[in-house]
């Protein structure tokens, strides 16, 4: 990684995509993030108006989200030609009713191709180009979850089945590369260094089954981490929300509550835990392992929350993973309202190089109290906010 060379990779690969193009037309759906921006800018480079740009308004961006992007792709210096296509309601109706999150992801991936092989055949372009990154195909292949942009490398064929040759020009690399391509072919750093968002957008960060107030909550807690977070400078840093239903009599929950309260040197009868019925995407052992996600609460005499030290938190969910290995991710609370609400707010934060491993961020305290009653405020369906002190492995860094 040290010795790549941008300039060499955007010449070799111009060359590529104009030899494979041939003076005909071809697609991409562009996000925003850097992998399909990158992606795009190459293309455009190689064959320049004979690239077509879609994004997909699917109801899983941030808000305003497909407006901005479309923005900052169409003017200078990228000045890329851009479509966005209101497809809201067919992702949505797609995915109702579904709560398992490869289930999710599939039929994500099978509504993404299918309105792009119509897109394509109407604007008569033979190929689609992708923003498949090397982690993309290593996730996949090893069986942790499944990509929405990763075909050929599990055997589906794109001609066959959707119409369309594939291209991905920058599948042979990591983030960190892809982000030096895009430095130096121009692309703005609002886009360049814009941390990750998943191809399959909000939806992942939905926890079990997607409803319209659950997708809004989330959006509202999303718009609130990415402001409150950006200054600590995590890798990657967002909210995912889950159904606020329990499993009162889970046989593990005395056992965690007696390694919390010696963990972090509290009365058992100041500790909680709590285990929901959804479960969320791990990695054990180099495969995917779906596992249950349970949320510790600690407090003062006073009843404040205990502000244990992150590391401590990382060191505690270690030792409740290990004993209780049906449990993928340990979330430590932040703020929780009296009252019952319909959903929880689970708080992301990671440092990584490859997206392959993953630690916790060490966000203070001051951040994470204020964010969640910010979130709290925004959310009046919210019933609590946590921190999620899991590292990859045994989580995967996104919750599905």
């Known amino acids: ?21 041939a003076g005909e037309r071809a697609l991409i759906a562009v996000s925003g993030g850097v992998d399909s ?14 690239l077509l740009c879609v994004m997909l308004d699917d109801a899983f961006m941030r808000d305003g989200e497909p407006e901005r992007v479309a923005q900052l792709l169409s003017q200078p210096p990228l000045n890329l030609p851009i479509k966005v296509l209101n497809v809201q309601q067919r992702f949505l109706s797609e995915l109702k009713g ?81 982000r030096k391509v895009a430095r130096y072919l121009g692309v703005p750093k609002e886009l360049s260094e814009r941390q990750p968002f998943p191809g399959p957008g909000l939806s992942v960060r939905v926890v079990g089954e997607i409803k319209t107030a659950k997708l809004e909550a989330l959006k509202k807690a999303t718009a609130i981490t990415e402001e409150n977070f950006a200054k600590h400078g995590p890798s990657q840093y967002f909210a995912a929300v889950i159904d606020n239903l329990e499993m009162p009599h889970h046989p593990c929950i005395v056992h965690i509550q007696e390694t919390a309260a010696r963990y972090l040197n509290v009365p058992t009868r100041y500790l909680s835990v709590s285990v929901f019925q959804d479960k969320a995407t791990g990695v054990k052992g180099g495969e995917r392992h779906y596992g249950e996600i349970a949320a510790i609460k600690a407090e003062t005499e006073d009843g404040r929350i205990h502000e244990a030290t992150i590391k401590g938190l990382v060191a505690l969910q270690t030792k409740v993973v290990t004993e209780n290995p049906s449990f993928t991710r340990i979330l430590y609370a932040i703020r929780e309202k009296p009252q019952k609400q319909p959903y929880v707010i689970s708080l992301r934060a990671i440092q990584t190089h490859d997206f392959l491993t993953a630690q916790v961020s060490e966000i203070p305290w001051t951040t994470l109290t204020e964010t969640a009653e910010k979130i709290l405020e925004a959310c009046p369906n919210v019933a609590g906010v946590y921190y999620d002190v899991t590292p990859k492995p045994p989580a995967t860094v996104e919750m599905e």
């Open 1 to 21: 990684m040290e010795d790549f060379d941008p300039k060499e990779f955007v010449d070799k690969q111009v060359e590529e995509i104009r030899r494979v193009v």
């Open 37 to 50: 921006t990158t992606s795009a800018a190459l293309t455009h480079r190689a064959i320049g108006e004979n």
């Open 98 to 178: 579904l709560r398992d999150a490869e289930e999710k992801r599939t039929k994500f991936r099978e509504t993404f191709y299918k309105t792009l092989s119509e897109t394509a055949e109407k604007e008569g372009c033979r190929f689609l180009v992708q923003g498949t990154i090397q982690a993309d195909i290593v996730e996949t292949k090893g069986g942790i979850k499944t990509q929405h942009n990763v075909l050929a490398q599990i055997g589906i064929s794109p001609t066959e089945r959707y119409g369309f040759q594939v291209i991905e020009p920058v599948a042979s690399l990591y983030k960190e590369q892809v």
